[in-house]
């Protein structure tokens, strides 16, 4: 049928689910409804946002605590760590 290889394959794939229609007109309706309500959950995907994306947009921005640098060395005890100078904290 001409009508049904013309059809989007996400389409096809619910159609495929169920029993073909016997008619053409059948056919047509059952495609447009399956048509219209993966528009609308596509629809709904994007409101509701791409966590993914805000995860990628996160990991990217610059902002992450580890960003594969090693850490300066410190200016203090010639670079070699040792006690904490506590006497330098004013209560």
Same mark, same amino acid.
Do not use: C, H, W
């Given at each position: 049928?001409?009508?049904?290889?013309?059809?989007?394959? %996400?389409?096809? %794939?619910?159609?495929? &689910?169920?029993?073909?229609?016997?008619?053409?007109?059948?056919?047509?309706?059952?495609?447009?409804?399956? %048509?219209?309500?993966?528009?609308?959950?596509?629809?709904?995907?994007? &409101?509701?946002?791409?966590?993914?994306?805000?995860?990628?947009?996160?990991?990217?921005?610059?902002?992450? +605590?580890?960003?594969?640098?090693?850490?300066?060395? +410190?200016?203090?005890?010639?670079?070699?760590?040792?006690?904490? %100078?506590?006497?330098?904290?004013?209560?």
């Amino acid at each position: 049928m001409l009508y049904y290889q013309g059809l989007n394959s %996400d389409v096809k %794939d619910e159609l495929s &689910r169920d029993e073909k229609p016997d008619t053409l007109d059948k056919l047509a309706e059952k495609a447009t409804r399956i %048509d219209k309500r993966q528009f609308q959950r596509r629809q709904e995907r994007k &409101r509701e946002g791409n966590p993914q994306k805000i995860v990628l947009k996160y990991l990217y921005s610059g902002n992450n +605590a580890n960003q594969g640098k090693k850490r300066d060395l +410190a200016i203090y005890n010639d670079g070699k760590p040792g006690p904490m %100078d506590l006497s330098t904290i004013e209560a």
